[in-house]
């Protein structure tokens, strides 16, 4: 069965640099979530889209944006990145409309570190 | 606001043994309810969720949780563990209804000796 992808993996950055991260739902899956993993910690939810909008809103910094398109993939755009954005980055799809509404799967993450 | 309470941060047991996951949780309308399994350097699996229904679930890999309303738990159980059970063990709780953000508990380590 196809899963939630997201790319990169792994992503090495410098401090003020600016990072795009990338997620593909599942097909047919219409919401997309990004958690934030610090290390050893809990996933932290960050945004969430639903039919291209925002849903709701978690703890992202203001330096963070994010957007779904109309293929239903998201991209996570981080500026000036600082050393406490090192982090795994999860997203996550849930259908809508039909099948398992209130489950979200999660992808396989992209860790990423600032130098 | 909703939240998740594990208990023990680090879980040993014995191969073969029981494995109890402790995770209470506290919501102001019902909750679904959801334990999630990460293997290193890996994304996060579902292991099982509660939404509505019979309060015992069974989930993947011979793990299993009781919603108990009335201790607000949803405790993980296993009747026998395994080498391969070794991982992190997150509980999570949602809105009702769905498609609501997951707040997650910080995790219990499990290991397993042999």
């Known amino acids: 069965a196809a899963g939630v992808i997201q790319s990169p993996r792994h992503l090495i950055k410098e401090k003020r640099e600016t990072a795009t991260l990338k997620c593909y739902p599942i097909?047919?899956?219409?919401?997309v979530y990004w958690y934030q993993q610090g290390p050893g910690q809990d996933p932290q939810f960050l945004i969430s889209?639903?039919?291209?909008?925002?849903?709701d809103k978690g703890s992202i910094p203001d330096r963070f944006s994010a957007q779904q398109f109309s293929d239903y993939h998201s991209e996570l755009n981080m500026s000036s990145l600082e050393l406490g954005d090192s982090a795994l980055y999860f997203c996550?799809?849930?259908?809508?409309?039909?099948?398992?509404?209130?489950?979200?799967?999660f992808g396989p993450g992209t860790r990423l570190t600032v130098l | 606001a909703q939240s998740v309470t594990q208990l023990g941060s680090h879980v040993s047991v014995s191969e073969g043994a029981l494995v109890l996951l402790r995770c209470n949780y506290s919501?102001?309308?019902?909750?679904?309810l959801f334990w999630y399994v990460q293997y290193p350097n890996q994304g996060l699996q579902l292991l099982l969720k509660?939404?509505?229904?019979?309060?015992l679930v069974k989930g993947i890999n011979g793990f299993e949780a009781e919603f108990k309303k009335s201790e607000t738990s949803f405790h993980l159980t296993k009747p026998s563990a395994h080498m391969s059970d070794a991982a992190e063990y997150f509980c999570?709780?949602?809105?009702?209804?769905?498609?609501?953000?997951?707040?997650f508990g910080t995790g219990t380590q499990l290991k397993v000796e042999l």
């Open positions: 097909p047919r899956h219409d919401t």
């Open positions: 999570a709780v949602s809105d009702e209804g769905g498609g609501n953000k997951l707040t």
């Open positions: 919501s102001s309308v019902p909750p679904y």
């Open positions: 889209f639903y039919e291209k909008m925002q849903s």
């Open positions: 996550a799809s849930s259908p809508t409309t039909s099948g398992n509404t209130d489950t979200q799967y």
């Open positions: 509660y939404t509505t229904g019979a309060t």
